[in-house]
């Protein structure tokens, strides 16, 4: 058999860049939907009667059932057993339907006793039923975001494996930052001078449609390629597959619990801090209410230009390990500048465009990383557990920040102060440097060569 006959549609560059358009395009909606409600914090106290403690619980729900029924675990084990195309398409539609809850929980049909609003107007009744049926909406949306984002990770490496894998990756979490981006910046222009809520969250859905359209030619790419290398995919699945075992094989790996401590601890002071950033930007620096939700949106701006950047400097430098060291250092500069600094703009401004460097760099360094740590063999199982992982302080860090921000600000009749609530962030930045120095240390030790470039030559 001649070589040109083994090959497949892999081989095609524009094949691998089409599905890699297709599935960053999904990520993009997934990313526009997940901080769509950030900026209408304000709008949410004042239309909606919703405490910063409620804001806050919202946000978290995000990963209550990822958290409580280890959604991601078994989103791990269902994409083994079932396959890209079946777990995608699947979790893109609970993805949509809790969007959609979400949406119709803000809409004036539910609120004025629309479908459902007497049934959640009967139990809990110290919290609204626009909170109640947003959060159910939003944390099926977040298994759906998370499971979906696992599996364009591994539709990534089944593509791009031994190719540009790096740089693709790159180019995903970029195009997917265009998605916040476009949330912190747009969703109150989208809300109007009056502040409809509901309007941005029907953009959002509709958004997410499109997504689900994109996945569904990614599909059929998909189907393709497998009929062509069927043989060479069950061997990679098999390679890849979750096994329960090997969490606890994980859990026995210095270098995984120490990358995994700083995963959670860092990415808990970048996205509960951006739910609550746009609301700072207006209490704290005084900014135009729709401006503020821009000043967040250089946050994911700088990251567009700057992770593909940096993913290329860490494949043929390396650094990685002490890029983390470095990343850690710049969350506490930046979380002190928040909590104790001088409320003049320039420094909001400066304090966020270091945020995104650090936010560049940072998850640069560290995905590639965990292949360095891991065996092969459970690289699954270590991406499903370190998601959920990180899924704990995604979850518990709104609600704290919102009930830290409410109890500063009892008989709080002016702007709200939200020092208290930064400093819990400083404190995560503080632990993220503890832990990215013992995983430095143990790199040293166990010579996983994290600052070794990606590239070998
Ligand atoms: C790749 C990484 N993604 C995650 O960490 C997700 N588990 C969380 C996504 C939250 C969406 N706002 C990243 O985006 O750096």
């Given at each position: 058999?001649?070589?040109?006959?083994?090959?497949?549609?892999?081989?095609?560059?524009?094949?691998?860049?089409?599905?890699?358009?297709?599935?960053?395009?999904?990520?993009?909606?997934?990313?526009?939907?997940?901080?769509?409600?950030?900026?209408?914090?304000?709008?949410?106290?004042?239309?909606?009667?919703?405490s910063n403690a409620e804001y806050g619980m919202?946000a978290?729900?995000?990963?209550?059932?990822?958290?409580?029924?280890?959604?991601?675990?078994?989103?791990?084990?269902?994409?083994?057993?079932?396959?890209?195309?079946?777990?995608?398409?699947?979790?893109?539609?609970?993805?949509?339907?809790?969007?959609?809850?979400?949406?119709?929980?803000?809409?004036?049909?539910?609120?004025?006793?629309?479908?459902?609003?007497?049934?959640?107007?009967?139990?809990?009744?110290?919290?609204?039923?626009?909170?109640?049926?947003?959060?159910?909406?939003?944390?099926?949306?977040?298994?759906?975001?998370?499971?979906?984002?696992?599996?364009?990770?591994?539709?990534?490496?089944?593509?791009?494996?031994?190719?540009?894998?790096?740089?693709?990756?790159?180019?995903?979490?970029?195009?997917?930052?265009?998605?916040?981006?476009?949330?912190?910046?747009?969703?109150?222009?989208?809300?109007?001078?009056?502040?409809?809520?509901?309007?941005?969250?029907?953009?959002?859905?509709?958004?997410?449609?499109?997504?689900?359209?994109?996945?569904?030619?990614?599909?059929?790419?998909?189907?393709?390629?497998?009929?062509?290398?069927?043989?060479?995919?069950?061997?990679?699945?098999?390679?890849?597959?979750?096994?329960?075992?090997?969490?606890?094989?994980?859990?026995?790996?210095?270098?995984?619990?120490?990358?995994?401590?700083?995963?959670?601890?860092?990415?808990?002071?970048?996205?509960?801090?951006?739910?609550?950033?746009?609301?700072?930007?207006?209490?704290?620096?005084?900014?135009?209410?729709?401006?503020?939700?821009?000043?967040?949106?250089?946050?994911?701006?700088?990251?567009?230009?700057?992770?593909?950047?940096?993913?290329?400097?860490?494949?043929?430098?390396?650094?990685?390990?002490?890029?983390?060291?470095?990343?850690?250092?710049?969350?506490?500069?930046?979380?002190?500048?928040?909590?104790?600094?001088?409320?003049?703009?320039?420094?909001?401004?400066?304090?966020?465009?270091?945020?995104?460097?650090?936010?560049?760099?940072?998850?640069?360094?560290?995905?590639?990383?965990?292949?360095?740590?891991?065996?092969?063999?459970?690289?699954?199982?270590?991406?499903?557990?370190?998601?959920?992982?990180?899924?704990?302080?995604?979850?518990?860090?709104p609600m704290i920040l919102g009930a830290v921000l409410d109890?500063?600000?009892?008989?709080?009749?002016?702007?709200?102060?939200?020092?208290?609530?930064?400093?819990?962030?400083?404190?995560?930045?503080?632990?993220?440097?503890?832990?990215?120095?013992?995983?430095?240390?143990?790199?040293?030790?166990?010579?996983?060569?994290?600052?070794?470039?990606?590239?070998?030559?």
């Amino acid at each position: 058999m001649s070589a040109n006959l083994k090959q497949s549609i892999r081989d095609s560059k524009s094949a691998r860049w089409f599905v890699l358009a297709t599935v960053s395009f999904l990520m993009f909606t997934g990313y526009f939907f997940t901080d769509i409600m950030s900026p209408l914090q304000g709008a949410l106290r004042d239309n909606f009667g919703w405490s910063n403690a409620e804001y806050g619980m919202f946000a978290g729900s995000y990963s209550f059932l990822n958290v409580f029924c280890l959604m991601l675990i078994f989103g791990g084990i269902i994409l083994d057993k079932l396959g890209i195309r079946f777990t995608g398409t699947s979790f893109i539609g609970v993805m949509i339907a809790g969007a959609f809850f979400n949406y119709y929980a803000m809409t004036d049909t539910f609120n004025n006793g629309g479908l459902g609003y007497d049934f959640l107007n009967s139990f809990l009744t110290q919290y609204k039923p626009s909170l109640k049926l947003a959060i159910l909406g939003y944390t099926l949306f977040g298994v759906g975001v998370e499971i979906a984002g696992i599996t364009v990770s591994r539709i990534l490496v089944k593509w791009f494996k031994g190719k540009e894998l790096a740089l693709a990756m790159g180019l995903e979490m970029a195009t997917a930052r265009g998605g916040m981006l476009l949330a912190f910046s747009g969703s109150r222009l989208m809300a109007g001078e009056e502040q409809i809520v509901s309007r941005p969250l029907a953009f959002g859905v509709l958004f997410l449609v499109i997504g689900f359209l994109a996945f569904f030619i990614h599909n059929m790419m998909d189907k393709k390629m497998d009929a062509e290398v069927a043989d060479d995919t069950a061997a990679a699945a098999e390679e890849d597959e979750f096994k329960v075992s090997d969490i606890f094989l994980l859990f026995k790996n210095p270098g995984f619990i120490f990358i995994a401590l700083l995963c959670v601890l860092f990415y808990s002071a970048v996205f509960p801090f951006s739910k609550f950033a746009p609301d700072l930007m207006v209490q704290k620096y005084m900014f135009n209410d729709n401006f503020a939700g821009s000043m967040v949106g250089l946050l994911p701006l700088g990251t567009i230009v700057l992770t593909p950047l940096f993913g290329a400097f860490l494949d043929n430098k390396g650094k990685g390990a002490s890029v983390m060291v470095l990343g850690a250092i710049l969350l506490i500069i930046v979380h002190s500048i928040f909590a104790f600094g001088p409320d003049q703009k320039a420094f909001a401004f400066i304090a966020m465009i270091v945020l995104g460097f650090a936010f560049s760099f940072v998850p640069a360094a560290m995905w590639p990383s965990i292949p360095k740590i891991v065996p092969e063999s459970r690289l699954g199982s270590a991406y499903a557990m370190i998601f959920m992982i990180q899924n704990v302080g995604l979850m518990l860090f709104p609600m704290i920040l919102g009930a830290v921000l409410d109890s500063s600000n009892q008989g709080n009749t002016g702007n709200l102060d939200y020092s208290n609530s930064m400093m819990l962030m400083v404190g995560c930045g503080v632990l993220a440097l503890f832990f990215a120095f013992m995983l430095k240390a143990v790199d040293k030790k166990n010579g996983y060569g994290l600052d070794l470039p990606n590239i070998q030559k």
